[in-house]
């Protein structure tokens, strides 16, 4: 993996093909086909207030207990009455299961976004802190941020370059005091 570091991930400097004009603007070239991209989000399977309840969800299903829509409320600091409306929509979409005594719980479909969800908040988190240098809690707040817009394609890329720098940590600490000289 260290010639991988080495040729294909070369920072360089901004060139003839540059992603900005001189006043910092970017250009057309660079912002492609924004349009479409930006209704890409609009097709996500949940949104993101959508994944925090099924990380809510599955948070309390770690502790041992499924929780009532009252301690998500709590939890996320929000309404009852959002909740309700959220748990709805995600028991409607096959997520969650309610049972009769209130008590919520992810479905097998849940669980696998969750997971998804969640391995990618993790490796971006990992990226942005032992590879780009970010604080730990900046980095924690963006990897919540950039999890909901990221594709299964370039975090499974991410795993690979991370998992790749940390088979050679001469060239992860290379690599990171040369980001961090940027």
Same mark, same amino acid.
């Given at each position: 993996c260290q010639p991988c570091v080495r040729s294909r991930f070369r920072l360089r400097s901004a060139g003839p093909g540059r992603l900005t004009d001189a006043g910092s603007r970017p250009t057309m070239a660079a912002?492609?086909?924004?349009?479409? %991209?930006? +209704?890409?989000?609009?097709?996500? =399977?949940?949104?993101h207030s959508a994944a925090h309840y099924l990380l809510a969800v599955a948070a309390f299903?770690?502790?041992g207990r499924d929780p009532r829509a009252v301690d998500i409320a709590r939890t996320l600091d929000v309404s009852r009455a959002a909740v309700s409306l959220q748990i709805r929509a995600?028991?409607?979409n096959g997520l969650v299961d309610v049972?009769?005594?209130?008590?919520?719980?992810?479905?097998?479909?849940?669980?696998?976004? %969750?997971? +998804?969800?969640?391995?990618?908040? =993790?490796v971006v988190r990992l990226f942005l802190v032992d590879v780009l240098g970010v604080d730990p809690e900046t980095a924690e707040r963006d990897a919540c941020?950039?999890?909901?817009?990221?594709?299964?394609?370039s975090s499974a890329a991410l795993v690979h370059f991370i998992s790749c720098l940390r088979a050679d940590e001469t060239a992860l600490d290379e690599l990171a005091r040369r980001v961090?000289?940027?």
């Open positions: 912002m492609g086909d924004y349009q479409k %991209v930006w +209704r890409e989000f609009e097709r996500n =399977e949940v949104t299903g770690k502790s995600l028991r409607d049972a009769d005594d209130h008590r919520i719980h992810l479905t097998r479909t849940g669980a696998d976004l %969750v997971a +998804r969800i969640a391995s990618k908040r =993790e941020k950039i999890e909901h817009l990221i594709s299964e394609q961090r000289a940027l």
